[in-house]
């Protein structure tokens, strides 16, 4: 008698790890993992790095779902969709089909948001979220030139860099002051941009699209401040919202994310979530480090032995080339003094409160080294 | 000399290049990597995750 299973929803780096992380402690538990997608294991902070280093979305899988299933010792069911969840009775449904679990994780991820922009081409517009969303991006613009990006956050000062660096030319569109708002120092962003207009950026800061039509077999954007820029291919790079749908319908409380104590247990007993969709003792991170941290208290959790997962700092590595960047952004609601030394492009822009500690820091070119002895000195996210 | 590749992102650490850009000289063993180095690709510290030995 093997029992039900323990569920996981997602194939992503949540579901993966944890899968990998539970696996170590319990190797008997059956273990079953639902997927929308292929299944195939990848890395998603290599979609921002594929267009330099020239890799077809294949060449990123690091390994496809036969190979997670034998590693893993799970049964996987991908292009599946988890239709509803009884947590009372700890069933879910796909479709006409009823599935009962001893635990249940929801590894669900977050969706691009998606504007609505007028015209007749809104359907002409990419967004890179997943290993199969950057192949369908890939095959659309092989042998084509202008890409119109929209967003100027981190994902899209990323992109930029990598489509330009992959031969293409790029021109930035978002409704900013200056890239990464709300990331980032002026200073900093000031350094990232000029080294990205270098390489062949070009960015219009303020504006929105506000048009997009289909112009023969390439586009025209009409932005909200009349320029008009002629391309071949837009992406929308301008956020995630976690998936919270599913959750909401079962009766858990979401709020920007799925709500999750520090255990990561939902707001009903055996369902749990981590990664992009949960909202972690109010923090809604969507960064590969804190999601380690998760799977490695949960896979204790399921494994018999309750953890509580902590965050120390968790400084982000922006995969800007032509200007690197690491952002450790204070905590919230420490408040703090920014001070800028150094000379674009090495600048160290740290925020110090008023005993004098390091609250975080936004580094850039050749001062990126110093971030592992900064570290030891920010404050942790979650104690 | 070995390589070690992180299992979150596939990135390659080789003993024999170290990883200059972060002061680590080439020929620096993987145990002697300091404790709080990060990945370069994913930002996951190497204390937080595990390094394969492929060759």
């Known amino acids: 008698m093997s029992g039900a299973p323990l569920v996981i929803i997602g194939s992503g780096l949540a579901g993966y790890n944890l899968a990998r992380e539970w696996r170590k402690l319990d190797s008997t538990t059956p273990l079953l993992i639902i997927s929308a997608d292929d299944g195939r294991s990848y890395s998603k902070p290599m979609l921002s790095t ?6 077809q979305a294949d060449e990123l899988v690091m390994a496809d779902v036969g190979a997670m299933a034998e590693q893993l010792n799970a049964e996987l069911r991908t292009h599946t969709r988890v239709t509803r969840i009884e947590p ?5 449904w796909l479709g006409n089909e009823a599935l009962v679990y001893r635990d249940l994780v929801l590894a669900l991820g977050a969706d691009p948001i998606q504007l609505d922009i007028p015209g007749d081409a809104a359907e002409a517009v990419f967004s890179i979220n997943d290993l199969e969303d950057y192949d369908r991006f890939r095959q659309a613009v092989a042998g084509k030139q202008r890409v119109l990006l929209m967003g100027a956050g981190l994902i899209g000062c990323e992109f930029a860099n990598d489509l330009t660096s992959g031969g293409l030319s790029v021109s930035v569109v978002a409704p900013c002051e200056h890239v990464m708002p709300g990331l980032i120092q002026p200073a900093a962003a000031a350094a990232v941009q000029q080294a990205l207009s270098d390489l062949g950026v070009q960015f219009h800061l303020g504006p929105v699209v ?21 391309c071949d291919a837009v992406v929308s790079a301008i956020g995630l919202r976690p998936r919270t749908q599913l959750a909401a319908d079962a009766g858990l409380a979401v709020a920007r994310g799925v709500v999750v104590d520090r255990q990561l247990q939902c707001s009903l007993a055996h369902v749990y979530a981590l990664g992009d969709c949960a909202e972690v003792d109010g923090l809604n991170l969507q960064y590969v480090m804190p999601l380690m941290n998760c799977a490695r208290a949960l896979a204790k959790t399921l494994a018999g032995e309750p953890t509580a997962v902590s965050y120390g700092a968790m400084p982000v590595v922006v995969k800007t080339p032509a200007c690197p960047l690491v952002v450790a952004p204070p905590p919230a609601g420490r408040a703090g003094n920014w001070t800028v030394e150094g000379q674009a492009p090495d600048l160290r822009v740290l925020c110090h409160d008023e005993q004098g500690q390091l609250l975080g820091y936004n580094l850039t070119g050749g001062c990126t080294g110093e971030r592992m002895a900064l570290n030891k000195g920010l404050p942790a996210l979650l104690a | 000399m070995s390589k070690w590749q992180c299992v979150v992102c596939g990135l390659i650490y080789d003993e024999a290049q170290g990883w200059p850009e972060d002061g680590i000289a080439a020929g620096t ?3 002697d990597v300091p404790e709080d180095w990060v990945c370069p690709d994913c930002g996951v510290g190497k204390a937080d995750f595990e390094m394969i030995e492929i060759a």
């Open chain 1, 50 to 55: 594929g267009f330099a280093k020239n890799k």
């Open chain 1, 88 to 92: 009372e009775a700890k069933r879910l």
């Open chain 1, 210 to 230: 506000s048009q997009l039509k289909r112009d023969g077999d390439a586009l025209c954007a009409q932005l909200s401040d009349g320029q008009v820029i002629n």
């Open chain 2, 29 to 31: 063993q993987w145990a």
